[in-house]
Every structure is written in structure tokens, then in C-alpha cells.
């Protein structure tokens, strides 16, 4: 007997009912959609496990949000779960640190084809094909309480039989994080270590990854974002597990709501510096009417790891990664930055704020936002001015300028990694590193070590443009 092929979805983070941040700024049928997001993200999810005739679906806790926990969310699970049963499509669910079981309101029971996993003991249940062939070992623990600090790998290794011809797929809420961690300690290393796994599906991070090849260890992500720090197409995982092949893991969004942050530089383009309020609006209603038209090719879905599935070869070539999604996305939720550094600067830097709630309105008004009633829609929740006068360009001031040039070396220390301790040690006064999203500080700002918005280097760089500026002001 060998193994036989399997096809699963995996999915995790879903917050069900947990209103996305915007929810309370909008009305109308784009108020119904906000608050219908994460309701819809779970309907596509079913709907897909049905198109793609997987074998069974996993769910990798967080299925609910405490605070958005109801009835009508059981009811539509059920309803959904329903569906999956028809087509004889098991469902394996462990619960998270935001639905423990010890919290879990038991409403509504489930179809007899879901199975959620207890949190006393780790569990092992088994998938059965229409032969009666056993084709995959479930193996699970839920949360019983928000947090659990015990390491609980050992018990995952104790129910694999890594010699038969059995898939072994195991389900674990956590943040990856071996020490102090308050979901699950472990590390990537601990779990692909395990001998007899084939396949991790881990819940807890909001980003999609493949954390670990072989064994195959993934986060799907979350399936639809709520606040601006959950940007791009949130969705879920297909995955093939192949005798013989590397593990095919394909990506495929399935959230009706993008969250994007949307920089526009007032100096992109020298020959058009805008000069008032109305170019600056115009800057934002051109972004904005480039997002709609690309969001008119509808989402795309992406192959993360192996090679793309025989039945659509003929379509898009055997080695294309990129293929097309049948979701359409029905709006974007933005937040705008203006930056870059013009004259412009010097007219509004005494009022941004009440140019910002103008350029707000403005965006909000225009043709293709939310309130013209059509999809796909842009919601524009905010927009922030972050721009500066004109200067030299540092690399030219670093020529002949001794000042420039003894900043340009404290720069480059900074960047180092002793530079990062010293700045880190500095900002510990006020900020703080960001390394858990569960672990929000109300009172400390936080940064981000990757990039983006609140990222060291972008805390670095602003603070060289301002030393830049600020040495130029003195000089005059």
C-alpha cells in the first residue's frame, strides 16, 4: 500500500463576525458589506472547498472572536458546515486563544461532519476515503483557556506512525515563539523535527507563509483583514499532498475587503510639483481610479510551493505561479500619506489637519467611492500629510559638507546591528518592538522590524529627514 493523494483546505483566523475597523464611519450598502466581510470570507472559503473537491478542511483556531461571538454566527456555520456534509467533506477544527473552549457558548450544534478537537488532551482523528481507505491522520489540541503556555509538541510526535502509508496533518494554534510565549511556545525547528508529519497547519499569525518545506509548515493567513496592520487580499490554503512530489500549496484570496495604505509623493514627478489643495486631491482621485481599474482583473491566486495542478496545465502552462481567481474584490478600505517635500509644504503646514478633513471629504465624494453606491468601491478612512520643504538632496550635500558627512556616518552605525541595540535601548523610554500583535501595548508606540509604516528603517529615515532639515533651517 502506498500513500494516496490528498487535496485539503486549511484556513485559520477567521474572527467571525468581528467587525472590520471602519465599520462604525460607514453606512448604506457599504456599511452591510464591512459588516458582512468576514461572514462572506467564511461562504467563499466553503465555496472553494466545494469547486476544488478536496478531501477535507481544516481550521486552525480563531474561528470566532470572543467579543463578536453570536448566534447568527452559529447559525450561518452550520449552514455552511451543511454544505460541506452533502458532498461527504469532513471538517477538523481546533480552537484559538480568541474562542477557547472554556469561553465557547454552545448555541448551535454542528453537522456530524465536524469535529472539534478537545483541549484537556491532543487528539487523533482519521480521514476516510469511499473505499474505506484511512487517507490522513487529524491531529489536534485546542485552547481551553485564552493563553497556554505549555509546550505540547512532545504529545503531536506520540500519535504520529510516521512508517505506515498514512498522511499525518497536524493542527496547531501558535505564534511560533519558543520562550515566554503565551500561545503554545515552540519553534519551526521543535515542529519540523517531529518525525512522522507531513503537513503543519498552523492559525495564530495573520500573514500568509511557508514557514518550513519538509516537513510543509504554513500559516494561511487571515481570510479577511479588519484594521490597517491586515493589508492585501487576506485568504486561504489548497493543498495537494503527493506521493513522491514536493507538497503543492497554492494560496487563494478570498476577502471582499482590501485594507491598503497608499503612499503619494508630492516630488514623483519634478515637471508636476502640485501647487494647491485641488492637485493634491487630484493625486489621490488618480490612485484611486487605478486601484478600481485593477481590481477589475479580480483577485489572483498564487502557487506558494510545488508545481500547478494538471487540470489547469493546459490553461496556464505547467510552471505559471500566478493563476486567475473567480472572486471579485467589492471595495478597498484606504488610508493616503502624502509625503515628499515641495513648496506646497509651506502653504498647508500651519493647517494640515483641516486640509487633511478637506482632502478627506473631497476623496470621499468623489466618482468611485463608497458613497456613489457602486462596487468595487473605495472607502477612504483617512488621509495623513507627512510632507517637508525643499532641500538639497543629502547625497549631494555629502560632497563638500563636513556636517552632512559626520550625519551620513551616524547613519550607517545606526543601520548596523550594535547601531539597532543603541537605537532600540533609546526608543525604550516611548516605543516598543512590536513582536506580538496579541500583545498590544495601549501606552508605548510601537515599531515594526520589517518595513513599511512604523518600521525601524522608516523611523531612521524620518528622523534623517528632519535632522536634514532642521540643520538647513539653522543656515538660512
Excluded at 481550521?59 to 450561518?76: M, N, Q, T, V, W
Aim: charge should be negative.
Amino acid at each position: 500500500m502506498i500513500k494516496k493523494r490528498v487535496r485539503f483546505l486549511h484556513t485559520a483566523d477567521l474572527h467571525l463576525g468581528s467587525p472590520l475597523k471602519s465599520i462604525g464611519q460607514a453606512s448604506g450598502r457599504m456599511g452591510q458589506i464591512l459588516l458582512d466581510a468576514t461572514f462572506t470570507a467564511m461562504e467563499r472559503i466553503c465555496d472553494l472547498a466545494l469547486k476544488e473537491r478536496v478531501d477535507f478542511m481544516v481550521i486552525s483556531g480563531d474561528l470566532y472572536d470572543r467579543e463578536a461571538r453570536s448566534i447568527k454566527a452559529g447559525y450561518f456555520l452550520r449552514e455552511q458546515f451543511q454544505r460541506l456534509a452533502e458532498y461527504k467533506i469532513p471538517v477538523f477544527i481546533i480552537a484559538g486563544n480568541h474562542d477557547p473552549l472554556s469561553e465557547e457558548a454552545d448555541f448551535i450544534s454542528y453537522p456530524q461532519n465536524v469535529y472539534v478537537f478537545g483541549s484537556h488532551e491532543t487528539e487523533r482523528r482519521e480521514v476516510v476515503n469511499e473505499e474505506g481507505e484511512i487517507i490522513a491522520r487529524i491531529i489536534g489540541r485546542s485552547y481551553g483557556t485564552r493563553f497556554e503556555t505549555e509546550n505540547i509538541i512532545n504529545t503531536y510526535a506520540a500519535l504520529c506512525s510516521p512508517y505506515d502509508q498514512v498522511w499525518n496533518i497536524a493542527l496547531l494554534h501558535t505564534a511560533l515563539q519558543p520562550d515566554r510565549s503565551k500561545y503554545l511556545p515552540c519553534s519551526a525547528r521543535e515542529l519540523a523535527g517531529v518525525q512522522g508529519i507531513d503537513y503543519w497547519a498552523l492559525g495564530h499569525a495573520h500573514t500568509v507563509q511557508v514557514v518550513h518545506k519538509e516537513p510543509l509548515i504554513v500559516y494561511p493567513g487571515i481570510p479577511q483583514g479588519r484594521a490597517p496592520d491586515e493589508l492585501g487580499p487576506g485568504g486561504c490554503v489548497v493543498v495537494d499532498l503527493i506521493p513522491g512530489e514536493e507538497g503543492r500549496v497554492e494560496f487563494i484570496p478570498v476577502s471582499p475587503v482590501v485594507w491598503r495604505i497608499e503612499e503619494l509623493r508630492i516630488d514623483a514627478n519634478p515637471e508636476e510639483l502640485p501647487e494647491n489643495t485641488d492637485d493634491l486631491s487630484g493625486l489621490i482621485q488618480r490612485r484611486a481610479e487605478e486601484l478600481l481599474t485593477e481590481s477589475s482583473t479580480r483577485i489572483r491566486r498564487s502557487l506558494l510551493t510545488g508545481r500547478a495542478a494538471p487540470d489547469r496545465a493546459g490553461q496556464n502552462g505547467p510552471d505559471d505561479s500566478v493563476l486567475e481567481c473567480v472572486e471579485p474584490i467589492s471595495g478597498y478600505i484606504v488610508r493616503w500619506i502624502i509625503t515628499g517635500r515641495g513648496e506646497i509644504h509651506r502653504q498647508i503646514a500651519d493647517d494640515k489637519e483641516e486640509v487633511c478633513e478637506g482632502l478627506l471629504a473631497a476623496a470621499r465624494s468623489s466618482p468611485g467611492s463608497a458613497q456613489s453606491g457602486e462596487t468595487p468601491f473605495i472607502w477612504s478612512e483617512t488621509v495623513k500629510i507627512m510632507t517637508g520643504p525643499p532641500i538639497p538632496d543629502l547625497a549631494d550635500l555629502l560632497k563638500e559638507d563636513e556636517t552632512f558627512q559626520e550625519l551620513d556616518r551616524v547613519l550607517k552605525d545606526l543601520r548596523t546591528e550594535e547601531g539597532i541595540k543603541l537605537v532600540t535601548g533609546v526608543l525604550g523610554g516611548v516605543w516598543e518592538e512590536a513582536e506580538e500583535a496579541e500583545e498590544y501595548n495601549s501606552v508605548k508606540m510601537q515599531y515594526r522590524k520589517d518595513d513599511g509604516p512604523n518600521s525601524l528603517a522608516s523611523l531612521i529615515e524620518e528622523a534623517t529627514q528632519l535632522a536634514v532639515e532642521e540643520i538647513m533651517k539653522r543656515r538660512i
